[in-house]
């Protein structure tokens, strides 16, 4: 059996539903088609993160994921309050606990105000001002930082997407894929087929494999990297009324256990970010396939040659408690054993190359009649319509 379409999008996370959108909108009539393996949108990356709406403050200057950060964060509360989702602009503490810490956040200052990032520099004491219960030698204060469900925005696109005469397909995995001069092929896991003149795959933590099923040439691999998060119990509601960040570490590629304020009122810590041995292994699963991917990889072995202590100190807080409550300690001493409660953790799909290198910026890969989103780690959730609006643009380019 086999089906029609002028543009299918592979994947109903927050990247694929705000780029079907974007076809929707900018080609009116045309047949689109979205197929997503799980029954819902948004059971991975996008179901699973800290929704926060990020400023922008850490990325280098000039790459698509500074621009598109600046650009998403309006954008996606633009989006939330035209269809009345919850989301706040509750700002966020980047708190230094040390000497280094604070001559680090000055650098941080600097790359905020190159990426035309508001920021404030506080004091210690301005900073236990806002926040009493934050030790900190000195903050940046970051007043346009929110928080948003992503999976309540994703399911909404859904809807928008179904409701304007997309066809949503969940529950049905594309299995392959075959080029031609006229349009694509996509065979499904059911055993069908669709055909389609243009595709999009956004695919996350499956980007490489999708990519290489299309008949791509990457030269990156998905690693998986586990971000583990406790809910906050026992202390008072407005412990912390803003988001609470440590300064990054150099020598670690993404950006430490912070404390998230949620829309619902609660509060959560993380998350760490621990190499996985499955891509989609919420309960810590061992994927024999997914493993062979990574350790069958050299960019693996040269990721571990560059950050091994980082993986192993972070291996060490994902099996103590202890360990992950001393990193969260350092800005927040009153939080205790007892108060963290394990919370549903994420899976980042980080591409990383044959160096061992982590890709840092956006990554996207073109084949004749395709695009694929194949690096969209934090924050994509944030930059989602502005990186849809590229995905597109470059699709009808190429037309
Ligand atoms: C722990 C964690 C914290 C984060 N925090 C933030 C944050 O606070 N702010 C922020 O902006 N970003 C954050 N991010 C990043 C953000 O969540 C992702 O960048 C974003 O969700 C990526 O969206 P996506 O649509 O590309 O991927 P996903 O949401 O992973 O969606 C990909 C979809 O493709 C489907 N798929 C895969 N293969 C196939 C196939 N063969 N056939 C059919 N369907 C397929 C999957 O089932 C999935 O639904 C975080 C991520 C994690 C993991």
């Given at each position: 059996m086999s089906a029609t379409a002028d543009f299918v999008v592979v994947?109903?996370?927050?990247?694929?539903?705000?780029?079907?959108?974007?076809?929707?909108?900018?080609?009116?009539?045309?047949?689109?088609?979205?197929?997503?393996?799980?029954?819902?949108?948004?059971?991975?990356?996008?179901?699973?993160?800290?929704?926060?709406?990020?400023?922008?403050?850490?990325?280098?200057?000039?790459?698509?994921?500074?621009?598109?950060?600046?650009?998403?964060?309006?954008?996606?509360?633009?989006?939330?309050?035209?269809?009345?989702?919850?989301?706040?602009?509750?700002?966020?503490?980047?708190?230094?606990?040390?000497?280094?810490?604070?001559?680090?956040?000055?650098?941080?200052?600097?790359?905020?105000?190159?990426?035309?990032?508001?920021?404030?520099?506080?004091?210690?004491?301005?900073?236990?001002?806002?926040?009493?219960?934050?030790?900190?030698?000195?903050?940046?204060?970051?007043?346009?930082?929110?928080?948003?469900?992503?999976?309540?925005?994703a399911r909404r696109m859904a809807r928008i997407l179904a409701d304007r005469g997309a066809v949503l397909r969940f529950g049905v995995a594309v299995a392959g894929a075959r080029e031609g001069a006229a349009g694509v092929t996509l065979d499904l896991a059911d055993g069908s087929r669709l055909e389609a003149g243009r595709a999009v795959v956004c695919a996350g933590l499956q980007a490489d494999r999708m990519a290489r099923a299309f008949g791509a040439e990457v030269d990156f691999r998905i690693i998986p990297f586990r971000g583990e998060y406790f809910r906050i119990r026992n202390q008072p509601p407005d412990l912390v009324r803003r988001l609470i960040y440590?300064?990054?570490?150099?020598?670690?590629?993404?950006?430490?256990?912070?404390?998230?304020?949620?829309?619902d009122g609660g509060l959560t810590v993380g998350p760490n970010a621990v190499l996985a041995a499955a891509r989609e292994g919420y309960g810590r699963e061992v994927s024999?396939?997914?493993?062979?991917?990574?350790?069958?990889?050299?960019?693996?072995?040269?990721?571990?040659?560059r950050h091994g202590r980082a993986a192993l100190d972070e291996a060490r807080g994902s099996l103590s408690k202890a360990a992950y409550l001393a990193k969260v300690r350092r800005y927040c001493p009153q939080i205790g054993l007892d108060d963290l409660v394990p919370y549903r953790p994420g899976i980042r799909a980080q591409a990383v190359g044959r160096d061992g290198r982590i890709l840092d910026d956006f990554l996207f890969v073109a084949t004749p009649r395709s695009l694929h989103v194949c690096n969209a780690p934090s924050p994509a959730a944030t930059a989602a319509l502005p990186i849809a609006r590229h995905v597109v643009d470059r699709l009808l380019a190429e037309a």
């Open positions: 994947g109903a996370g927050i990247v694929g539903l705000a780029t079907a959108l974007e076809v929707q909108r900018r080609e009116p009539g045309a047949r689109i088609v979205v197929i997503e393996k799980e029954a819902e949108p948004a059971l991975h990356q996008t179901g699973r993160n800290s929704g926060v709406i990020h400023a922008g403050v850490y990325y280098t200057p000039g790459s698509a994921r500074a621009r598109f950060c600046r650009e998403g964060k309006t954008e996606m509360a633009e989006f939330c309050t035209a269809e009345g989702i919850a989301w706040e602009r509750c700002g966020k503490l980047i708190v230094a606990v040390d000497a280094p810490e604070a001559e680090r956040l000055g650098a941080l200052a600097r790359r905020a105000a190159e990426n035309g990032v508001e920021v404030e520099p506080l004091t210690g004491a301005e900073a236990r001002a806002l926040e009493p219960a934050i030790m900190a030698e000195a903050a940046l204060w970051s007043p346009t930082t929110g928080i948003v469900d992503y999976g309540a925005v440590p300064v990054p570490d150099p020598a670690r590629p993404f950006l430490g256990v912070h404390l998230t304020r949620k829309l024999g396939r997914d493993l062979a991917d990574s350790l069958g990889y050299g960019g693996f072995w040269r990721l571990l040659a």
